[in-house]
């Protein structure tokens, strides 16, 4: 059976007696009368067709699956009360709410945040870490980083950076290659492969790069695959493998020395598409947005100008 809006009052008052106990405690929390509240709770017995609460002298004994039903619905308000505290906060004059994907949101966005945050303390930074976002005038996220072609979104658009793909691994993996002339040097490599879903036809994968530039690989696609950016990630800085990698993600390593490129920069390859900052939302401008916009295509100026100095 699907519940109702007209019995949410009932399902308030049913999970607050069985989170108290008693009818007399649940009262006093919702503000009103505790025959008010047994009377809500009868109420939600007949809509759902069976007894949740045993009734006794003492008061009640809620049913194995009244127990279960109210912590449910305890963490189903939680939700409501979040809900509504975002969207009664969403015109608040410090709010940016930011979407972007996962990978460019921990490798490349969080370890600059620090940054702006000294600048703008009394910001209510927000950050939605997803791979897709659909792009709709819902007035929920104020901006979007994300990887695709030019004018897909519909929305206003800077570009902040083009994108390289270019094979990297840790020193102690590269020692362990041999000669990278060699066409079969990748026979017993540990690849990293992600499975990325795209509509850039200009992205590669492992397969693709090695025959662009004369490598053999084995028909049997060895070592990890995984569909999650973030976790070739991690496999490639704990020294599990090589990873045809984002230069945009990867060039401060790069430049460090915690990372090589043992096949050199003229193995790089550029795929089709940028990565944009979108404008999600129209008419709600303040200087707090304003400044993260500034800041944001400022930090993607030093990645391009980063990416630039080492390919060259």
Request: glycine share 6%; proline share 7%.
């Amino acid at each position: 059976m699907v519940m109702s809006i007209p019995h949410l009052t009932a399902l308030r008052a049913f999970e607050a007696s069985v989170r108290h106990g008693s009818f007399r405690a649940a009262a006093t929390e919702l503000g009103v009368t505790p025959a008010a509240v047994g009377q809500q709770v009868r109420k939600l017995e007949a809509a759902m067709g069976q007894q949740l609460l045993v009734r006794h002298a003492n008061g009640f004994k809620p049913t194995a699956i009244a127990t279960s039903g109210a912590l449910r619905l305890a963490t189903g308000f939680s939700e409501l009360r979040g809900a509504l505290e975002m969207m009664s906060r969403s015109n608040l004059p410090n709010r940016v709410f930011v979407t972007v994907t996962p990978s460019i949101g921990e490798r490349w966005l969080a370890p600059r945040l620090p940054q702006f945050l000294a600048k703008h303390s009394a910001v209510d930074l927000r950050v939605d870490s997803t791979p897709h976002v659909i792009y709709q005038p819902s007035g929920e996220f104020d901006f979007a980083i994300r990887y695709d072609r030019p004018g897909a979104s519909g929305f206003q658009e800077v570009t902040l950076f083009n994108e390289s793909l270019i094979p990297v691994c840790t020193p102690a993996i590269a020692s362990r290659l041999g000669p990278t002339e060699r066409a079969d040097c990748l026979a017993s490599a540990p690849l990293i492969h992600v499975d990325r879903s795209t509509d850039d036809p200009d992205w590669l994968h492992w397969e693709e790069w090695a025959e662009i530039f004369g490598y053999r690989i084995p028909s049997q696609r060895q070592g990890l695959h995984t569909t999650y950016t973030t976790l070739a990630l991690r496999s490639l800085y704990d020294g599990n493998g090589l990873h045809l990698a984002q230069l945009s993600i990867t060039v401060p390593d790069l430049l460090s020395g915690r990372l090589v490129a043992p096949f050199g920069t003229t193995k790089c390859v550029s795929p089709g598409y940028p990565y944009n900052l979108i404008r999600m939302t129209n008419g709600r401008e303040t200087p707090i947005l304003t400044a993260f916009r500034e800041w944001i295509i400022e930090e993607a100026r030093k990645t391009q100008a980063d990416m630039d100095a080492y390919l060259a």
